[in-house]
C-alpha cells in the first residue's frame, strides 16, 4: 500500500474493492473481554457458594476461561494494558495525617528512620492479620479452593478428617484447634490447601486431588509472598507444608522463617514466659481479660519452636546452613517448657528442641557438606555428643505416656530419633575416608566410632521394619522420617560396597534388610507422589546396581578385607569374635554428601527405667555396654550457649553439616 492509502497491491491484482479498516489497542475489545471473564467467573463462584449451602454438588470448572486473564487480589481481570496500575505513585505513599509529626526517640532500627523520612509503604513493618488474633471473629464467606470450583466439598471434608484424625498428631497436633471442614474454610484458605494437599498425597485414590490441591497451593504461596498483612494461620498452613511436601519444604521454610521474623513471631517468648509465671497470682479476673493475649502469645511461639525444628531437620538433609538457632527463645527453651502446662505436645516439641541443638553444636564444629577429613584429635568431642545423646535419650523417654490416638509413638520416635542422632555423629569419621583399606585405614581411633554408624543405620532399619506400629505410620510421618530410612539404607550400600575393608559388614544381612524396606514401601497404600514409593523404587535399583554385583564378586564369608564371623542372634561380630555393640544404638551424619535419602523411622519402645536397651540382638544388653570403651575418658558436658571453638585447639571455619538430597551416584 503505498503512502499508507487503499488500495493495496493484493487488492489490485485481485481487482477488487480494497477497504481499510484501522484497528488499534484502544478499540475495548481486550477490556471487553477481560470483563466478560470476570463477570462469568463471579457468576460460577456465586452458584456454587448457593449449592454448596444447599448441599448439592457443584458445578464443574469453567472451561472456557482456562486461558483467560487471572483474578487480582482486588477481584478485578488483570490485563496487559493495566499491569501496572497499581504501582501509582500515590499509592506507595503512607497516608498519615502526622507524618510530619518526628519521633524524639532514637529509631529502633535503621530502616525505621527510612520509613519515618520517605513514608514508603514497602519499607513499614508488617503486622499480623487482626482476624488470626481475635479468637472467633467471623469472616466473610470464604473464596478458597472448594468456592471457586476446583474441590468438591465432599472430597474436601475427607481430606481434612483423614488428616485432623491421625497425621496432625505426628506434628504435634499443629491443627488440633480445628475440628471440621468449615473451621478451616473460615481460618484460612492457604491452610485449608496445605492440609488438603497433605491428605491427598497419603491417599492412594486421592492422586488427581492431590495435583488440585498443589497447584493451588503453589498460587496462594505466591499471594503470600508479597501480602503486607500476614495471617497466623497462613503461617501454620506453611509449616505444614514445609514438614510434609518434601518438593516444596526447602523454599517454603525460608519464606515462612523470613516472614516469621519480619512480624517478629519469636518476641511472644517473653510475653508467656511473663504471663506463665504470673498467672498463679493473678485473679480470675485478670486471668479472664488476658487469656486470649496469652493464648495467642503461645500459638505464636509454638508455631516459632516448630519452625526451627524444620529449619534444623532441613539443614540436615540439604547439608546447608539453617537459618535460625541463636534467638533467646531458642537458647532458654528449658524455661519455656517450665512455664508451660505439663503437656506431651509440648514435651514433644521440647525433646526436639533439644536434640537438634546438640546436633547443631555437632555441624557447628565439624562443617557442613565438607569432606575433610576429621583428625583424630577430635575423638573426644564425638565421644562427647555421643554421650549427650545418651543423656538426652533416656531423659525424654521417661516423660512419655500413652497417646490416645497414635498409641506408643511418641516414645519410638524418641529410639528413632537417637539412633539417627548416633548416625549422624559417628559418620563423621567417613569424611574424607578413602576406599581403599590397606593404603589408608580408617585410624584406629576412630573404628568403633566407624562401626557404630553401621550398627545405628541398621537399627533404624530394623524399627522400621520390625515394629508395626511404626511401618503404619509411615505413610503419615513428615518427610524427614522417611529420608532417615533412605538415608540409613544407602549407608549401608555405600559401606558394604565402598568401604567394606573399614569395617565390618554382613553382606548377606545388609541385602536382606533392604530387601524388608523395599517390600515395605511397595506394600505401603498412599499416593503415586509419596516419597514412600520413590524410596521403594530408588532401593531396588541401587540393590541391583550396587549391593549383589558387589557380593557375587566377593569370596564367600569375607566382607572386605576382614572376615566377618558370622552368629546365630544376627550381631556383627569383629574378626576376634568379639561381638559389637547391638545395632541399635548409634547414629551419625555420613560424610559422603551423595548419599540422599532419610525415611521412616522405627523406634522400638525401651524401657525408660533401664536408660535406653537395644532391642536387635539381646534385650538385656543395655546401651551402656556401648560406653565401655570411653570409660577411662573424661566426657564433661558441651556448653550449647558457649562459642564451639572451645571444644577445639584449632578453629574450626566449616559449615553445618548434612545430608544431600541428591542420586547415589
Not at 470476570?38 to 470448572?61: G, T, V
Request: aromatic share 6%; glycine share 6%; proline share 5%.
Amino acid at each position: 500500500m503505498e503512502n499508507g492509502n487503499p488500495p493495496c497491491r493484493r487488492c489490485q491484482r485481485r481487482r477488487v474493492t480494497c477497504t481499510l479498516r484501522r484497528q488499534t489497542l484502544g478499540d475495548g475489545k481486550e477490556d471487553l473481554s477481560a470483563a466478560l471473564i470476570h463477570d462469568l467467573r463471579n457468576i460460577h463462584a456465586a452458584l456454587n457458594e448457593m449449592r454448596s449451602a444447599q448441599s448439592k454438588p457443584l458445578l464443574p470448572p469453567l472451561m472456557s476461561t482456562s486461558e483467560g486473564p487471572q483474578e487480582t487480589d482486588l477481584g478485578t481481570p488483570e490485563s496487559p494494558n493495566r499491569a501496572d496500575s497499581g504501582m501509582e505513585l500515590d499509592m506507595l505513599v503512607e497516608e498519615d495525617p502526622q507524618s510530619s509529626t518526628v519521633n524524639a526517640d532514637i529509631d529502633r532500627t535503621p530502616i525505621d528512620s527510612l520509613y519515618q523520612i520517605t513514608r514508603l509503604k514497602s519499607l513499614r513493618s508488617h503486622q499480623i492479620a487482626p482476624q488470626s488474633i481475635e479468637n472467633g471473629s467471623q469472616k466473610p464467606s470464604p473464596r478458597d479452593i472448594i468456592s471457586r470450583g476446583l474441590l468438591e466439598h465432599a472430597d474436601a471434608d475427607r481430606l481434612v478428617q483423614n488428616y485432623l484424625s491421625k497425621s496432625d498428631h505426628y506434628l504435634y497436633d499443629i491443627a488440633s484447634k480445628y475440628k471440621d471442614l468449615e473451621s478451616l474454610r473460615q481460618a484460612s484458605p492457604l491452610l485449608l490447601v496445605a492440609i488438603c494437599a497433605t491428605s491427598a498425597l497419603q491417599d492412594a485414590s486421592s492422586d488427581r486431588l492431590y495435583r488440585i490441591c498443589q497447584a493451588e497451593l503453589r498460587k496462594l504461596i505466591l499471594d503470600f509472598l508479597f501480602t503486607p498483612v500476614l495471617d497466623l494461620e497462613d503461617l501454620r498452613g506453611l509449616v505444614i507444608a514445609s514438614f510434609w511436601l518434601s518438593d516444596v519444604s526447602w523454599t517454603v521454610s525460608g519464606l515462612v522463617i523470613r516472614r516469621a521474623l519480619e512480624v517478629e513471631l519469636q518476641n511472644s517468648f517473653g510475653a508467656v514466659i511473663t504471663a506463665n509465671s504470673r498467672s498463679h497470682a493473678a485473679s480470675n479476673s485478670e486471668n479472664s481479660a488476658n487469656g486470649q493475649d496469652i493464648e495467642t502469645a503461645t500459638e505464636r511461639m509454638k508455631l516459632w519452636y516448630l519452625l526451627y525444628i524444620c529449619d534444623q531437620h532441613l539443614s540436615i538433609l540439604y547439608a546447608r546452613t539453617p537459618m535460625l538457632g541463636n534467638q533467646e527463645s531458642i537458647r532458654n527453651y528449658e524455661t519455656y517448657l517450665a512455664s508451660m502446662p505439663d503437656s506431651l505436645c509440648n514435651q514433644r516439641v521440647m525433646s526436639q528442641v533439644s536434640l537438634l541443638r546438640i546436633l547443631s553444636t555437632a555441624s557447628d564444629l565439624f562443617g557442613v557438606g565438607s569432606n575433610e577429613r576429621i583428625p583424630t584429635i577430635f575423638k573426644p568431642q564425638l565421644d562427647t555428643f555421643n554421650n549427650q545423646i545418651d543423656t538426652w535419650a533416656s531423659t525424654w523417654l521417661s516423660c512419655y505416656s500413652h497417646h490416645p490416638v497414635v498409641g506408643e509413638y511418641p516414645a519410638k520416635a524418641v529410639s528413632l530419633h537417637y539412633y539417627f542422632a548416633k548416625l549422624l555423629i559417628c559418620s563423621y569419621v567417613f569424611r574424607g575416608l578413602t576406599h581403599d583399606a590397606n593404603v589408608d585405614p580408617i585410624p584406629a581411633g576412630f573404628r568403633q566410632i566407624a562401626q557404630m554408624a553401621v550398627q545405628c543405620a541398621m537399627s533404624i532399619i530394623d524399627l522400621t521394619i520390625g515394629d508395626p506400629d511404626l511401618a503404619t505410620a509411615l505413610v503419615g510421618l513428615p518427610h524427614y522420617f522417611h529420608s532417615m530410612v533412605a538415608y540409613a539404607c544407602a549407608f549401608l550400600i555405600k559401606t558394604a560396597t565402598v568401604y567394606r575393608g573399614h569395617v565390618d559388614i554382613d553382606m548377606d544381612l545388609t541385602q536382606d534388610k533392604i530387601k524388608q524396606v523395599i517390600q515395605l514401601c511397595n506394600s505401603i497404600e498412599c499416593g503415586q507422589h509419596h516419597l514412600v514409593r520413590w524410596i521403594g523404587k530408588g532401593l531396588q535399583i541401587l540393590l541391583v546396581n550396587c549391593l549383589e554385583p558387589t557380593q557375587a564378586t566377593q569370596t564367600p564369608g569375607a566382607t572386605g578385607s576382614s572376615q566377618q564371623i558370622g552368629s546365630t542372634d544376627g550381631r556383627f561380630l569383629a574378626g576376634n569374635g568379639t561381638p559389637y555393640p547391638d545395632p541399635k544404638r548409634i547414629l551419625d551424619p555420613l560424610s559422603d554428601p551423595e548419599l540422599v535419602w532419610d525415611a521412616a523411622r522405627q523406634a522400638t519402645f525401651i524401657d525408660p527405667s533401664k536408660r535406653m536397651y537395644s532391642q536387635m540382638g539381646d534385650p538385656n544388653i543395655p546401651f551402656s555396654h556401648l560406653d565401655r570403651q570411653y570409660e577411662s575418658l573424661d566426657y564433661g558436658v558441651v556448653d550449647l550457649n558457649h562459642n564451639t571453638n572451645s571444644l577445639t585447639g584449632p578453629e574450626a571455619h566449616m559449615e553445618h553439616f548434612g545430608l544431600g538430597l541428591g542420586l547415589l551416584r
